[in-house]
T-cell receptor, first 112, second 114 residues
Framework: DAGITQSPRHKVTETGTPVTLRCHQTENHRYMYWYRQDPGHGLRLIHYSYGVKDTDKGEVSDGYSVSRSKTEDFLLTLESATSSQTSVYFC???????????FGPGTRLTVT | DQQVKQNSPSLSVQEGRISILNCDYTNSMFDYFLWYKKYPAEGPTFLISISSIKDKNEDGRFTVFLNKSAKHLSLHIVPSQPGDSAVYFCAASAVGGTASKLTFGTGTRLQVTL
């Protein structure tokens, strides 16, 4: 299994509070991704990174920001959580374009 | 607009028989296709992929077929086993740009019965 961990694994937070999710990899892969999974939508890309300090938006980036200050860590921040951001969040890594992505175990976030 | 579609939300197959999961796509720029398997409370696990230059790729019990003219791919599992019961996601990407961004279908829940 690819060395990917996500923290926390579960979080309950209140509307309007900031939340940061962390993805950590030990594979030294260049590319990292954040997805969210919701019923009826499959997985949707939020943001991705193609190197340290190089990030870009995905399909559903509104309300989210990311940072990557070192190869192994990719942070996803919800500046002011809303109930619509209740979801399961997955981090993924890949070694390059045209390569498969490997996913972390997920973080279940509930915004009340 | 759903660019990758899995029109069957669920499928039930007897152990030992063939499971066929289908996926359709609309974006002609997609050139790399993947299947993932997902158990509850776990992350998706990569199963098999295929490049648009091929029409078939096989790995053990899993075979993926690609029909570019129909914009259709399928995953065959032979023989199906109870441990194959999971949700299967089809995904597609267009190589190029800054990263291979995957577009996922909504998944098909496969149940393999004894």
């Amino acid at each position: 299994d690819a060395g990917i961990t996500q923290s926390p694994r579960h979080k309950v937070t209140e509307t309007g509070t900031p939340v940061t999710l962390r993805c950590h990899q030990t594979e030294n892969h260049r590319y990292m991704y954040w997805y969210r999974q919701d019923p009826g939508h499959g997985l949707r890309l939020i943001h991705y990174s193609y190197g340290v300090k190089d990030t870009d938006k995905g399909e559903v980036s509104d309300g989210y920001s990311v940072s990557r200050s070192k190869t192994e860590d990719f942070l996803l921040t919800l500046e002011s959580a809303t109930s619509s951001q209740t979801s399961v969040y997955f981090c993924a890594i890949s070694g390059g374009q045209g390569y498969e992505q490997y996913f972390g175990p997920g973080t279940r976030l509930t915004v009340t | 607009d759903q660019q990758v579609k899995q029109n069957s939300p669920s499928l039930s197959v007897q152990e030992g028989r063939i499971s066929i999961l289908n996926c359709d796509y609309t974006n002609s720029m997609f050139d790399y296709f993947l299947w993932y398997k997902k158990y509850p409370a776990e992350g998706p696990t990569f199963l098999i992929s295929i490049s648009s230059i091929k029409d078939k790729n096989e790995d053990g019990r899993f075979t993926v077929f690609l029909n570019k003219s129909a914009k259709h791919l399928s995953l065959h599992i032979v023989p199906s086993q109870p441990g194959d019961s999971a949700v299967y996601f089809c995904a597609a990407s267009a190589v190029g740009g800054t990263a291979s961004k995957l577009t996922f279908g909504t998944g098909t829940r496969l149940q393999v019965t004894l």
